[in-house]
């Protein structure tokens, strides 16, 4: 099974994602709408291509595993719900202004900082997969 990545980018009250090498762009108001689309776009054009007898591009051509790829900005204004910038400073150890500014666009995060991000709420998930209510 081939892993395909789908960037997914947002904007101020919608998402976008696409396929790189492929011709797959979708919108969604949230991260479940932008899988869903992606897989009924990938078996629409699938099928196109096969109603027209043309080989679908390499990529995806065969069995898919769609995995979703979006930047730190993208993240942090997704999420904003859940996480203020001041939690995510505490989850990430990153300072909260900076989080501002990746949010903004302003600067974009170096690799060590998105890997903060990252182990921080790789962390947090682990502890919120441990807890039993009662």
Not at 55 to 65: C, F, M, S, W
Not at 89 to 96: A, F, L
Request: charged content about 25%.
């Amino acid at each position: 099974m081939k892993k395909i990545d789908v960037i997914v980018e947002y904007s101020d009250s919608n998402m976008s994602a696409y396929i790189e090498g492929a011709p797959i762009v979708v919108v969604g108001k949230n991260l479940g709408e932008i899988e869903k689309n992606t897989k009924e776009a990938i078996d629409l054009y699938l099928e196109s291509c096969k109603d027209m007898s043309i080989k679908p591009v390499e990529i995806l051509d065969g069995e898919l595993e769609l995995s979703f790829k979006i930047d730190a900005a993208t993240f942090i204004n997704y999420y904003s719900g859940i996480f203020t910038k001041s939690a995510l400073s505490r989850i990430t150890g990153i300072n909260e202004r900076q989080l501002w500014h990746y949010a903004a666009g302003i600067h974009k995060p170096r690799q060590k900082q998105l890997e903060k991000i990252q182990n921080g709420i790789k962390i947090l998930t682990h502890e919120l997969r441990a807890i039993s209510l009662v």
